[in-house]
């Protein structure tokens, strides 16, 4: 499943291993997008449990299944 999730602020490249492999990517806007593909619905829940525990605000979800398929 290819995932896009977009957190508010600015988060810092080392917290990577925390969401699984998504790539941490810094947006002009202030907010941080994570991007990348998981194996599961299971992973998504996960990487989501990763961003309360951290008190990250969540501002945008987006899944695709074909774009996994694609990559």
């Known amino acids: ?39 599961d619905q299971a992973a998504l829940y996960g990487v989501l449990l990763q961003l309360i525990r951290m008190d990250l605000v969540l501002l945008l979800l987006e899944t695709s299944e074909e774009a996994a398929q694609r990559s």
């Not at 995932?3 to 998504?22: K, M, N, T, V």
């Open 1 to 39: 499943m290819h995932c896009r999730i977009h957190i508010q602020g600015h988060l810092a490249s080392g917290w990577q291993d925390r969401f699984l492999g998504l790539r941490i990517e810094q947006q002009e806007a202030g907010t941080t997008l994570l991007v990348g593909t998981l194996p």
